[in-house]
């Protein structure tokens, strides 16, 4: 077990539609990255938070959109959903930027849109 | 900017064989490295890592050093079992950033 919690882990929806997927980070972790997994593509970075503010931003689409609380769970929106969308969403932890540590990753949220 | 490179899949090994899968690395300052590893129907996990130059991470048989002059991070079994079988991804950290860089990912199937 991780630490990183990851809500729904499977969810169907149709295309056109709106999700939040949600992220709890591992206790004292104040970074939290999304990632998104297709079956033809690798791990593809989409945002990282740290402590409530963006810090960097990798390939995310104008229709997704992140943020982090000041609990500093995150979620991820995904709207006007197409085909294309259909993925393993990743979230993952660390310590923050200025500390060597590694990420931990939550089990998924794997998204389908028909 | 920092990126990582690994050896392209597919791998299919006997069991009992030798496993290396290639990963290069470019990055500015001083990055750490990674070999995190996904099972099938799970998230990716953290198999070994490295923090500086010469550092040898190791972990259920698995190894890997950090070699600066050769920008390079190669996962090596000596030995793999049917259970290894799995996608494996190189990663680096940016220091002081935290920024990730990952491979592509090297699917293994070990047969017996």
């Known amino acids: 077990d991780s630490g990183v919690t990851q809500t729904p882990k499977h969810l169907i929806t149709a295309t056109g539609q709106r999700v939040t997927l949600r992220c709890s980070p591992r206790?004292?972790?104040?970074?939290v990255y999304w990632y998104q997994q297709s079956l033809d593509q690798g791990l593809q970075f989409l945002i990282q938070?740290?402590?409530?503010?963006?810090?960097a931003k990798g390939n995310i689409l104008e229709r997704f959109s992140a943020q982090q609380f000041p609990d500093l769970h995150s979620e991820l929106n995904l709207s006007s959903l197409e085909l294309g969308d259909s993925a393993l969403y990743f979230c993952?932890?660390?310590?923050?930027?200025?500390?060597?540590?590694?990420?931990?990753f939550g089990e998924g949220s794997r998204l389908t849109v028909l | 900017g920092d990126s990582v490179t690994q050896m392209e899949g597919p791998v299919t090994l006997s069991e009992e064989a030798f496993l290396t899968i290639n990963c290069t690395y470019t990055?500015?300052?001083?990055?750490?490295l990674f070999w995190y590893v996904q099972y099938p129907g799970e998230g990716l996990q953290l198999l070994l890592k490295?923090?500086?130059?010469?550092d040898k991470g190791s972990n259920k048989g698995f190894e890997a050093t950090y070699r600066k002059e050769t920008t390079s991070f190669h996962l090596e079994k000596g030995s793999v079992q049917v259970s290894d079988s799995a996608v494996y991804f190189c990663?680096?950290?940016?220091?002081?950033?935290?920024?990730?860089?990952f491979g592509t990912g090297t699917s293994l199937t070990v047969i017996p």
């Open positions: 993952a932890s660390s310590v923050g930027p200025g500390v060597a540590g590694e990420l931990f």
């Open positions: 206790s004292g972790d104040l970074s």
């Open positions: 938070y740290y402590n409530g503010e963006e810090r």
């Open positions: 990055a500015t300052g001083y990055p750490s």
């Open positions: 490295a923090t500086k130059a010469d």
């Open positions: 990663a680096l950290s940016g220091w002081p950033g935290n920024q990730f860089y």
